[in-house]
């Protein structure tokens, strides 16, 4: 028995159906197809890049190095792209996407604008049936959810909003259109990732930038600029150790020295020589000067105290600088945030931070922010309010498996996968970077090729046993779901209210939802499994008799 379309009853039917055309559903497409598979893409936005076709927002760029942050798979491809910077900006992201799509062929087999609303398992015949907007029906016998863990944007219900005359932006799902803030006051709420990189931009253009602060945040100045030719062929030349390096040594899924000691075990003077040399250099390997940082408290403060003491030293006003100053959680526990002039930011004159930490937004009127009974006029106001990550976008479709039982009730007091990449009671269908997996933690792409593959591997193992249905042992789900927690409550990363966690959304269980252990040992940890037969996965061969293959 071959993996092949569903019965001809059907309309329409797939092998594989693919949700999202971000980084993942093009690379999984193109290994599909490379292997004979029927697929189709469904993708939501009109074009491929996922969260680079959304996430337009004045600043946007990765936070990982362009030349890291870019797919392995194709040597010709690694060898021909030339990145501009240190750290792209969004526009050369999804041009690279862009030219992905292309070179590859992609576009032919994805349909854009298209939300994927519903998958049922029919139990009898194998077969997904994938429900998309406007009612049309599509079979399929894999469902490949590679719909991105920071898709979802989230506007916060703040009192008044809508009763607010100006526009309101979310970064997360900005319009296609340039936006233009010359003359105008600003308002921009939230601290994160992208208020951080989207402020200092906001701030150069508008008459008045007002940033609302609820947390403040841990950043490292990005130092971006441009790569030289000599930069670029260096690392190309290089590319086969750091693609090995970042697969199976980095935890983090990106080239860098490790550590090879703890913070305490060098004298304050040595640590601060450290800590100042990674400030200089720039980039999220701050976190990787000690190999303690994010295990031991006292460790961790070392560095806290560092970056403490940098905002104090950029900005001008000690009442600001102090208020800027992140006291909530160690640093590294919410996703550390790569700036340019992020804290320089609040020297400006046009620039004035609110702190809605000790009195929050009471209303949003027709134009102001009121704190603590005072307005903050603005004529527009940014959402740089962050995702229901992680399991926001795949609760938005209405999945059901076995039994007609819902992911969405199933998740309801957190995930449950196995590895990440299945879940019990939902057979051929397997989620990409999903919670349970490193994702969010590592370099996504470096993660997106890891389960591709695998996930390719897997169906041409279906393929070639006969196998028809394949799900997680609910066994080995729980002891994998007991794991992931364990590894984490080893950490200092529950101690923080984040996006990890799901504490941004109100009443979403908090649970640490992204495997900590590490890039390299997490491969392992799947490699072992498949060459264990699938160890902890139930297969099934088919009930019924198949059609002809496709
Ligand atoms: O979102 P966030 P983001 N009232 O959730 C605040 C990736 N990314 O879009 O911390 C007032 O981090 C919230 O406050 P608090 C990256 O992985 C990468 O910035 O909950 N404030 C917080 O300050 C990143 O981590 C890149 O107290 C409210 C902010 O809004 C992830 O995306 C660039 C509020 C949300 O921060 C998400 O980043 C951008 C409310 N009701 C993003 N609700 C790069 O590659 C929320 N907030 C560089």
């Known amino acids: 028995m071959s993996v092949q379309s569903s019965p001809a009853q059907a309309t329409e039917a797939y092998d594989v159906i693919v949700v999202g055309a971000g980084f993942a559903g093009m690379y999984m497409l193109h290994r599909l197809r490379g292997l004979g598979f029927s697929a189709r893409v469904y993708e939501q936005g009109g074009g491929v890049g996922g969260t680079w076709y959304w996430n337009r927002y004045p600043g946007a760029r990765c936070d990982v190095e362009s030349m890291q942050y870019s797919y392995s798979f194709s040597e010709e491809l690694q060898q ?3 990145w501009s910077e240190r750290y792209a900006p969004q526009p050369e992201i999804l041009q690279y996407a862009n030219h992905v799509a292309d070179r590859f062929d992609l576009r032919r087999d994805i349909q854009f604008d298209t939300r994927v609303e519903r998958a049922m398992f029919d139990e009898r015949t194998a077969t997904w049936s994938v429900t998309i907007a406007g009612g049309k029906t599509v079979d399929a016998r894999f469902v490949v959810l590679a719909t991105g863990c ?34 105008l006051r600003v308002g921009l709420i939230g601290t994160g990732s992208s208020g951080i990189q989207s402020a200092p931009i906001i701030a150069g253009q508008a008459r008045h930038l007002t940033v609302f602060q609820r947390t403040a945040n841990f950043s490292i100045p990005a130092r ?68 303690n940082l994010g295990l031991e408290r006292a460790a961790n403060d070392t560095a806290a105290d560092f970056v403490r003491g940098k905002i104090a030293e950029i900005v001008k006003d000690p009442e600001t600088a102090k208020l800027l100053q992140p006291n909530s959680h160690p640093i590294g526990t919410k996703r550390i945030c790569i700036d340019t002039d992020y804290f320089a930011t609040f020297n400006r004159p046009n620039v004035s931070l609110v702190d809605i930490k000790a009195d929050p937004i009471e209303e949003i009127t027709a134009n102001a922010v009121r704190v603590a009974g005072r307005d903050h006029e603005v ?52 989620i990409i970077t999903g919670p349970g997996s490193p994702s969010v933690l590592s370099n996504m792409i470096v993660s997106i090729e890891q389960h591709v593959d695998w996930i390719a591997d897997c169906l041409v193992h279906m393929r070639e046993q006969g196998l028809a249905t394949m799900e997680a042992d609910t066994e080995a789900e729980e002891k994998w779901v007991a794991h992931v927690n364990e590894v984490a409550s080893g950490t200092l990363y529950p101690q923080a209210s984040s996006w990890y966690m799901g504490a941004n959304i109100p009443g979403k269980p908090r649970i640490f939802m992204p495997y900590i252990g590490g890039v390299g040992v997490y491969r392992r940890i799947c490699d072992d499994v498949a060459a264990k037969g699938y160890e902890g996965f139930v297969m099934g061969w088919a009930e019924v008799p198949q059609a002809a293959a496709s």
């Open 80 to 82: 021909e792209w030339d």
């Open 150 to 183: 920071l898709s979802n944007a989230r506007k916060p219900d703040i009192k008044g909003l809508e009763n607010f005359k100006g526009p309101v932006y979310h970064t997360g799902n900005w319009p296609h259109e340039p936006v233009d803030f010359t003359g």
């Open 224 to 291: 971006n600029g441009a790569l030289t030719d000599e930069e670029r062929n260096a690392f190309r030349k290089k590319y086969p150790e750091i693609r090995r390096f970042a697969r199976e040594v980095a935890r983090n899924g990106i080239y860098a020295e490790q550590p090879d000691r703890g913070a305490l075990d060098d004298s304050e003077e040595e640590r601060r020589a450290k800590f100042r040399a990674r400030w200089d250099r720039g980039g999220l390997t701050f976190m990787y000067v000690y190999n």
């Open 379 to 430: 004529d527009a106001l940014v959402m740089a309010t962050g995702f229901d990550a992680m399991t926001g976008s795949v609760a938005k479709i209405d999945i059901r498996g076995r039994g007609g039982r819902t992911l969405n009730r199933k998740w309801a007091e957190g995930p449950k996968t196995y590895l990440g990449l299945m879940s019990a009671g939902f057979p051929n269908l397997f």
